[in-house]
């Protein structure tokens, strides 16, 4: 069976980067996204993709996109759940509705993508491979960013945990943690020369990800390359959590 993968964020920055890599070594690829079409804009550029519009806090839709997927292709057996949002704010003024939003789309959104996938393996017969974009915020806080930082720290447990209930089934789960990205989601920031600034002190190598950076482990992480490898969080930072 060759490989299928379901990239979520599929239309815009590392979920983008990630369909181009994985569609480059072979995978047939599934481009999901809020924006239906981005994820068209994506997979134009792809051979053997196609693409389908899904919101990934909504469960119907997220399990729509995944028996399309299975039904097209033949099988699913590998996710990337690259969808994600940031609303910032201090944690005295941020609203109770921005704060589920957040913690909805990047928390909830990737376990529902993930149980959706994990199902459709169990049902097929065979494992997988699962990968979770967290974020350095997995593990350290930046001001402003409650919402944020809560629902990433939360992906940090989900893969650990999915890692556990899903390993008798031969399902991989890792977690990816970027450090700051050049993406859309991040460009407000590294435009702005003090945040910029900031950021940059932090990271050894000076200087922000390519999203194909962050894309390249997502593809090591889905292949028989990293086969002993499940429960991991691998950051990709540029250093910022080592110093
Ligand atoms: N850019 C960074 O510096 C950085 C750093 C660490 C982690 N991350 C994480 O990487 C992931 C990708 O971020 P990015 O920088 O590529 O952002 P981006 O804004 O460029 O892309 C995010 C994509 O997710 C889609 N999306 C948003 N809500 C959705 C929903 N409900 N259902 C389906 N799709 C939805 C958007 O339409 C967009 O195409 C996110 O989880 C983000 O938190 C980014």
């Given at each position: 069976m060759g490989n299928v993968t379901l990239v979520t964020g599929?239309?815009?920055?590392i979920g983008a980067a990630t369909c181009a890599v994985l569609a480059a070594r072979g995978d047939a690829v599934a481009c999901v996204d809020l924006d239906g079409e981005s994820a068209e804009r994506t997979a134009a550029a792809l051979d053997g993709s196609i693409a389908l519009a899904a919101d990934v806090t909504d469960q119907a839709e997220v399990e729509r996109a995944v028996s399309a997927t299975a039904e097209r292709f033949g099988s699913i057996n590998n996710i990337v759940t690259c969808a994600g949002i940031e609303i910032g704010g201090h944690a005295l003024d941020v609203e109770v509705d921005a704060f589920r939003q957040v913690v909805d789309v990047n928390l909830t959104g990737s376990f529902l993508t993930a149980q959706a996938a994990a199902r459709n393996m169990r049902a097929a017969g065979h494992g997988g491979a699962i990968v979770l974009i967290g974020s350095l915020n997995s593990h350290v806080a930046l001001p402003s960013a409650s919402a944020y930082c809560a629902s990433k720290g939360g992906v940090l447990m989900l893969g650990k945990s999915l890692a556990l209930d899903l390993a008798p089934l031969g399902i991989r789960v890792n977690v990816i943690g970027p450090g700051v990205t050049d993406t859309p989601m991040s460009a407000g920031s590294l435009a702005d020369p003090e945040r910029s600034a900031e950021f940059m002190a932090h990271i050894p190598l000076r200087r922000p990800a390519e999203p194909a950076e962050i894309a390249r482990v997502a593809a090591f992480l889905t292949?028989?390359?990293?086969?002993?490898?499940?429960g991991a969080f691998v950051p990709v930072d540029g250093g910022w959590l080592a110093s």
């Open positions: 599929a239309g815009s920055g292949s028989d390359d990293s086969s002993y490898m499940t």
